[in-house]
C-alpha cells in the first residue's frame, strides 16, 4: 500500500519568509510524528499526534514552529520567519496499531537562504 | 533526558563479511530499540526492532541483541551486500505497553559501505 507522503520534496525559502509543509500518513494510522533531521543534530523529534489527544510539542525549538492535524490524518507543519538554522530535512512519520512503529516519509529539504 | 550513543561511525566492509553496530543508552527506563536504514534521499526505513523483554531478535540476515544491565545494543548484519550500504540509525524510547507511543532518541548514524 501507499506509505507515508510529504510535500513538497525541496523548499527554498527566504530568511524571514513563512513556509508550511505537509504530511499524508499511511491510510489507518492514527499516530503521527514529526522530526527534524540536520548535519549539526542529526535525527530529533518535534511534535507526536494521536487521535483526539492534546500533542505532545515538547520537542518544537521555538515558538516559531508550530504543526496541525486537520480530521485525524493529513499534518501540516508551519514555521514562521524562517532563520538560516531552520535548514535541514524535515521527516514524518506515522504509526498504526503500534504507535511506536514509526513509519517514515522521505522528507522535505528546507533551505533557508 | 535520554542519550544514545551510536559507534563507528563509518564502517566499511567487502561483500559477504559480517557488519556490527553499537549503541548505548543512558535512560534504564528505554524499553524499545529500533533500527532504521536510511538511503541517500530518502526517509528513515524500520528494518528491526526490539523490546526490553527479550534479549535477541533475528530476522534473517539481521539480528539486534540488547544487554539492558550495559545499557547497550547491537546490530549485526551477515553477509553483508552491496544493497546494505545506508546509514543506520539506532534509536531508543519508552513505552508503556503493547500500543502506546514513544518518541525515539537516535543516534548518530553509521554509513555503512559494503565494497563488491
Known amino acids: 500500500g501507499a506509505g507515508v507522503s510529504q510535500s513538497p520534496s525541496n523548499k527554498v525559502t527566504e530568511k524571514g519568509k513563512d513556509v508550511e509543509l505537509r504530511c499524508d500518513p499511511i491510510?489507518?494510522?492514527?499516530?503521527l510524528y514529526w522530526y527534524r533531521q540536520s548535519l549539526g543534530q542529526g535525527l530529533e523529534f518535534l511534535i507526536y499526534f494521536q487521535g483526539n489527544s492534546a500533542p505532545d510539542k515538547s520537542g518544537l525549538p521555538s515558538d516559531r514552529f508550530s504543526a496541525e492535524r486537520t480530521g485525524g490524518s493529513v499534518s501540516t507543519l508551519t514555521i514562521q520567519r524562517t532563520q538560516q538554522e531552520d535548514s535541514a530535512v524535515y521527516l514524518c512519520a506515522s504509526g498504526g496499531y503500534r504507535l511506536y512503529e514509526q513509519y517514515f516519509g522521505p522528507g522535505t529539504r528546507l533551505t533557508v537562504t | 533526558g535520554e542519550n544514545v550513543e551510536q559507534h563507528p561511525s563509518t564502517l566499511s566492509v567487502q561483500e559477504g563479511d559480517s557488519a556490527v553496530i553499537k549503541c548505548t543508552y543512558s535512560?534504564?527506563?528505554?524499553?524499545?530499540f529500533p533500527w532504521y536504514k536510511q538511503e541517500l534521499g530518502k526517509g528513515p526505513q524500520l528494518i528491526i526492532d526490539i523490546r526490553s523483554n527479550v534479549g535477541e531478535k533475528k530476522d534473517q540476515r539481521i539480528a539486534v541483541t540488547l544487554n539492558k544491565t550495559a545499557k547497550h545494543f547491537s546490530l549485526h548484519i551477515t553477509e553483508t551486500q552491496p544493497e546494505d550500504s545506508a546509514v543506520y540509525f539506532c534509536a531508543a524510547s519508552i513505552i508503556d505497553g503493547g500500543t502506546s507511543y514513544g518518541k525515539l532518541t537516535f543516534g548518530q548514524g553509521t554509513i555503512l559501505t559494503v565494497h563488491p
Open positions: 535512560d534504564s527506563a528505554s524499553n524499545y
Open positions: 491510510s489507518g494510522h492514527t499516530a
